[in-house]
């Protein structure tokens, strides 16, 4: 993880880059702006980016950027990519990449509340508005709080974490948060992770409903490339890459197969990807130069020309 004052350095921009290959006079969607990493190495080979981030902070650091390059900067979550790339008149797309999850930017200042390494504000919204997490952890009943802990940070003490928030509130910070989880789990300082890294985690998702983001974002990338149009993600965590692998498979026709007791079918509807590699992780000299890299996976696929799903004739 980068640390303040450090570089953000784009997890696998080479592998992103070569699976994207952008080409000039082409136009790719960077759906998570960021620091602008992706965007920068796809500008730098002539094509056109238009790049998405529903973080206010995000897009006014990138406002000197796009004044200066073939760059269009969108205040918008993924998911909108449709109706947003049409309002542009800029439907077809050549690429679209995503880098889901926090990011090392939002990670790093403390004021944000999304790690426990720094105290701060129990908040972690990407957008800065609507629900924080303290106000989720304040007010939701403990069966909720329980089964966001399991479903999303796949806690398999979440009830009793669950029940020590509840006696705790109210919390507003993220040290009393972290607090409250290693209280409940016994946690030794010579532990070597951190218990309250899932719960984070799990808090995070639900608040910006990332999984659900990432769901939709999927669909609507598959509308707006066009044939022959490249798709990249890079993801994080088991959750994350399940969702994706699961849609590549699904929209590739890439089904497991069948047996004796559940035989293959027919596919129904045309494969929408071909898939173009197996999934990417860092290699030695990445993780060395950014531990962040050890988690990631990434994902690529390029667009054949049936139909989206659910558009057939």
């Keep these: 993880m980068s640390g303040p004052g450090v570089p953000h350095i784009p997890v696998l921009l080479n592998e992103v880059v070569d699976a994207l290959a952008p080409a000039p006079g082409e136009r790719h969607v960077d759906a998570t702006f960021g620091a602008g990493g992706y965007t920068r190495a796809i500008l730098a080979t002539g094509a056109a980016v238009i790049a998405f981030d529903r973080d206010p902070d995000a897009i006014a650091n990138g ?8 760059l269009t900067l969108v205040p918008a979550t ?19 990449t995503m880098d889901i999850g926090v990011s090392s930017m939002q990670l790093d200042q403390a004021e944000r509340g999304f790690s426990f390494q720094s105290d701060g504000p ?90 659900d983001e990432l769901e939709r974002g999927l669909e609507a990338a ?22 994706v692998k699961r849609f590549l498979r699904d929209r590739s026709g890439a089904t497991p197969g069948g047996s004796r007791h559940m035989p293959v079918s027919a596919p129904t509807r045309a494969p929408t990807f071909e898939l173009t590699a197996r999934a990417i992780r860092a290699g030695e000299a990445e993780l060395a130069a950014n531990p962040r890299a050890r988690s990631a996976t990434l994902r690529t696929a390029r667009r054949t020309g049936a139909a989206p799903w659910g558009m057939e004739a």
Excluded: C, W
Excluded at 150 to 159: F, I, V
Excluded at 168 to 187: C, D, E, I, S, Y
Excluded at 189 to 206: E, L
């Design 63 to 70: 406002r000197a950027l796009e004044a200066e390059a073939d």
């Design 78 to 96: 993924f998911s909108t990519m449709i109706a947003e790339l049409e309002a542009l008149d800029a439907v077809p797309v050549d690429g679209v």
């Design 122 to 211: 129990l908040d972690m919204r990407m957008s800065q508005d609507g629900m924080s997490a303290a106000d989720f952890l304040n007010d939701a009943d403990e069966e909720v709080i329980a089964d966001v802990l399991y479903q999303y940070g796949e806690e398999p003490k979440s009830r009793r974490i669950a029940r020590a928030v509840v006696a705790a509130r109210p919390l507003t910070t993220t040290a009393q948060f972290a607090n409250v989880v290693r209280k409940a789990l016994g946690h030794r300082p010579h532990d070597k992770k951190d218990p309250a890294t899932r719960a984070f985690q799990a808090v995070r998702i639900h608040v910006n409903g990332e999984l």
């Design 222 to 243: 598959e509308r707006v490339l066009k044939p022959g149009g490249r798709l990249a993600i890079v993801t994080f965590h088991s959750l994350e890459d399940r969702i």
